[in-house]
């Protein structure tokens, strides 16, 4: 069973142990189309694990500091001489 999966039931567990013991069928019909309306409502939520966003920021992170570093690169390539002998040449 995976975790919404048990998620799902633990919601139900609770919403069952507040109605009344005494509503029989209907209980278990309310518990059945609770179960689907929060099944498919988590579905639609395209939910990741908290292991998978740590991994996710963790990429962000690098990429934020490779682009920082290729900015900086870039910009000293801009400062940099524009001799004869410079790899970047002007197009005046």
Avoid: C, W, Y
Wanted: charged letters at 30%; aromatic letters at 2%; glycine letters at 6%.
């Amino acid at each position: 069973m995976n975790r919404q999966e048990n998620l799902v039931n633990r919601i139900l567990e609770l919403v069952q142990e507040r109605l009344p013991q005494d509503i029989g069928e209907l209980g278990q019909d309310l518990r059945h189309n609770l179960g689907a309306v929060i099944r498919e409502s988590l579905a639609r939520m395209d939910l990741v694990t908290r292991e998978e966003f740590d991994v996710q920021t963790k990429v962000l992170a690098r990429t934020r500091a490779r682009l920082e570093d290729l900015e900086k690169q870039v910009s000293a390539l801009e400062q940099g001489p524009s001799g004869p002998n410079s790899p970047v040449k002007n197009a005046d």
